[in-house]
């Protein structure tokens, strides 16, 4: 056996327990990680029988996963979703109980509370490239929303529904979704979207996109890969 065979051989999946003082019912949703020391994940705790339960939050240390002190953490609700572009600036979106919008905002030495953007019900963070998006929904219309300088600015949402988004910059960002048409793949260019309808996906929608080289996208769904070429 090679030695690149035997370092293969021996990584595998290892079970690492959650602070015992969350309970049995907990569920995450979602989690990032920058590097083998430094990795958040939200949900919610207390699922099921004392639903709507309360928003969780864990840290990893390289060593063991802690649980993050969150202001407002007395407000029934969940933590949806969670994004960094650096380990010292993350979010995190999620709901409170009545379904309100909840934004969270790590400075590199605690979480606080920010103000979401108005009348939006958020479901995802989204960052990388040095970009933050957000994708939600207001007026029963699906919105997605980028920060920059001066807050959250509205961008367009290409036809159709995104259900995940990958982003290299900002004019660099690829969309997984359906159309009328069908699964659907779309890259934004900082101006326009260009679409793509994935002609034989084994699905009617593509749930996420991976990017394997400047020129190359992977997109999933159900555990089925389709390949697209960026265009140029």
């Given at each position: ?62 060593t063991a996963w802690q649980r993050q002190s969150l202001p407002g953490a007395s407000r029934q609700g969940e933590l949806l ?152």
């Open positions: 056996m090679t030695s690149a065979a035997a370092e293969t051989e021996s990584e595998s999946w290892q079970h690492v327990p959650v602070p015992a003082q969350v309970r049995p019912q907990a569920g995450l949703n979602d989690a990032v990680a920058f590097g083998p020391d430094r990795a958040w994940a939200v949900g919610t705790d207390a699922v099921g029988r004392e639903a709507p339960g309360f928003p969780l939050m864990l840290r990893w240390d390289g979703s969670v994004a960094a572009t650096s380990p010292s600036a993350a979010w995190a979106v999620g709901r409170d109980s009545a379904g309100g919008a909840r934004l969270l905002r790590f400075d590199g030495g605690a979480w606080h509370e920010a103000r979401p953007p108005g009348g939006v019900a958020l479901t995802e963070v989204v960052a990388g490239g040095g970009e933050t998006w957000l994708i939600g929904s207001r007026d029963s219309a699906q919105v997605l929303l980028r920060r920059d300088g001066r807050g959250w600015q509205d961008v367009p949402v290409p036809p159709g529904a995104v259900y995940g988004l990958r982003i290299k910059a900002v004019d660099d960002v690829w969309a997984a979704g359906e159309t009328h048409s069908g699964a659907a793949m779309s890259h934004w260019n900082g101006q326009t979207w260009e679409q793509t309808i994935v002609h034989g996906f084994p699905r009617s929608a593509v749930g996420s996109v991976l990017l394997t080289s400047p020129r190359r996208a992977v997109s999933r769904s159900s555990g089925h890969p389709a390949r697209r070429t960026a265009p140029s």
